[in-house]
């Protein structure tokens, strides 16, 4: 979607504009502008990647390490892929790299989305009762990775859509310590906001460590980042920290 200036001036890339269109809001043509001049956009396109959010998983691992080849991940609310396809690739669950192991690669979402290579796909609501269950019988056991790129619907307000994401990562993380692996990594995006106190303490308590990044391919506007938890300690530990 970019043009080159070829003049004797050298080379640089050219900004797209976008017109108005009849009907279409000023928010949503200054939106468009951005993303066809977003170079991580772009670079998705040529490298077909499915968005620009695969960027964002894959320097998430290149700091910290945890889709290494054989793993078992589960990928939640993985429309539209690209995260799948970033996992794909570096678990080896191609067998593309020889004398390594072959891991696993499981997306659920609640709509259907396009097959992607070396991923297992499954429609579902993970929030159901027998989602545990069916995730540990498609891993063959459980996982060693419980990623999370999800968000809730935007209702405009800023307070309310941080609430409803917090609420959204603590759903998953529950789900998480049902499915992970004693050592297990669970890596979701978050909202800052300050409602995350309790979550944050709950992931301390449960995990080795815990980070909080924005990586670059996020966008500096956003108010996103992502918790990075690695080190999961077990179900005894989750158990003595509920007392159940």
């Excluded at 993380?173 to 979550?199: Q, R």
């Amino acid at each position: 979607m970019t043009e080159k200036n070829t003049s004797g001036r050298g080379q640089r890339e050219l900004r797209v504009r976008v017109k108005s269109a009849k009907g279409r809001k000023l928010s949503s043509t200054l939106w468009l502008e951005r993303q066809l001049n977003d170079p991580y956009v772009i670079r998705a396109r040529k490298e077909g990647f499915r968005g620009r959010a695969a960027y964002k998983i894959a320097e998430l691992d290149e700091k910290y390490g945890f889709l290494v080849p054989g793993a078992r991940v589960v990928d939640l609310g993985c429309a539209p892929g690209g995260w799948c396809q970033i996992a794909v690739e570096r678990v080896n669950a191609l067998g593309q790299k020889p004398n390594k192991p072959i891991g696993t690669v499981l997306g659920v979402d609640l709509q259907e989305i396009e097959p992607i290579s070396g991923a297992d796909i499954h429609q579902l609501d993970f929030l159901s009762e027998e989602a545990d269950g069916l995730v540990k019988g498609w891993l063959g056991g459980n996982a060693d990775v419980v990623l999370s790129d999800m968000a809730a619907a935007a209702s405009g307000h800023k307070g309310t859509d941080h609430l409803r994401i917090i609420a959204l990562v603590e759903a998953a993380l529950d789900f998480a310590f049902d499915v992970l692996d004693e050592g297990g990594t669970f890596v979701a995006k978050v909202l800052a906001g300050g409602a995350e106190i309790g979550m944050q303490n709950t992931l301390k308590r449960n995990f080795k460590k815990v980070a909080n990044v924005k990586p670059p391919a996020s966008r500096a506007d956003s108010s996103e980042k992502f918790v990075v938890a690695t080190g999961f300690r077990g179900r005894a530990a989750r158990e003595a920290d509920t007392g159940e």
